[in-house]
């Protein structure tokens, strides 16, 4: 069983939807990450979290610490948000850069 | 603010060959990592400077794989021979400091085909 498990794998919307991507994890963290990969490779940082909830325009990522289970809404969804969503922990004692990542999350919001 | 900066963006080698990425962090961005990313796979540190020291390295193949940050800023990634499975995206990164409250920020990365 992965440490970082996502789900779902892949999610195809109608643009305008509101959309939900998971994370659970199984070890103790000090920050859980969300990040977005585009097409060819790039990779950019949409949130990091220890603890409650962070919004970014029409981007909120909630985590519960006791739960380990992290989500990252996307409200009105649009076509630009298609990519790939990662998350992404760091675990006690780790490195900062030693993060434990899940596999991704497909995301294709179609017109 | 300028991101990090890789280059080049796509390299195709014959295996045995040597090969070399480079990235420029963010400017006073003190902590710099590599990560390889197959496909399909989430990415793995290969290694991560403090300044120009090395904090972890632990899952570098060192039999092939080596890195430098000589002046703590910029940093060479080589692979010496290549392998097949070598073939990746290898990302670099850097953050303001080492702390876990320090958020990473990723460039564009350099996908190698290795044939």
């Known amino acids: 069983k992965n440490e970082v498990e996502q789900s779902p794998q892949n999610l195809t919307a109608q643009e305008g939807e509101f959309i939900t991507i998971n994370c659970s994890y199984s070890v103790g963290i000090s920050a859980l990450h969300w990040l977005q990969q585009h097409p060819g490779g790039g990779i950019v940082s949409l949130f990091m979290?220890?603890?409650g909830k962070k919004k970014h325009g029409r981007l909120i990522a909630t985590i519960n610490i006791q739960e380990k289970h992290s989500s990252l809404h996307i409200t009105a969804s649009h076509p630009r948000d298609s990519a790939v969503y990662i998350c992404a922990v760091r675990n006690y004692g780790g490195s900062q850069g030693n993060l434990i990542f899940g596999k991704g999350t497909k995301l294709s919001v179609k017109p | 603010e300028a991101g990090v900066a890789q280059s080049p963006r796509y390299k195709i080698i014959e295996k045995r060959q040597s090969v070399a990425f480079w990235c420029n962090p963010i400017s006073g961005h003190a902590t710099l990592y590599w990560y390889q990313q197959i496909l399909g796979q989430g990415p793995k540190l290969l290694i991560q400077f403090q300044n120009n020291g090395v904090v972890d390295d632990s899952q570098l193949p060192k039999d092939r794989f080596s890195a430098e940050r000589l002046k703590g800023v910029d940093s060479t990634l080589k692979i010496q021979p290549a392998k097949l499975e070598d073939s990746a995206v290898y990302l670099c990164?850097?953050?303001?400091?080492?702390?876990?409250?320090?958020?990473?920020?990723f460039g564009n990365g350099t996908r190698l085909t290795v044939t």
């Open positions: 979290l220890s603890s």
């Open positions: 990164a850097s953050s303001k400091t080492g702390g876990y409250d320090s958020p990473l920020h």
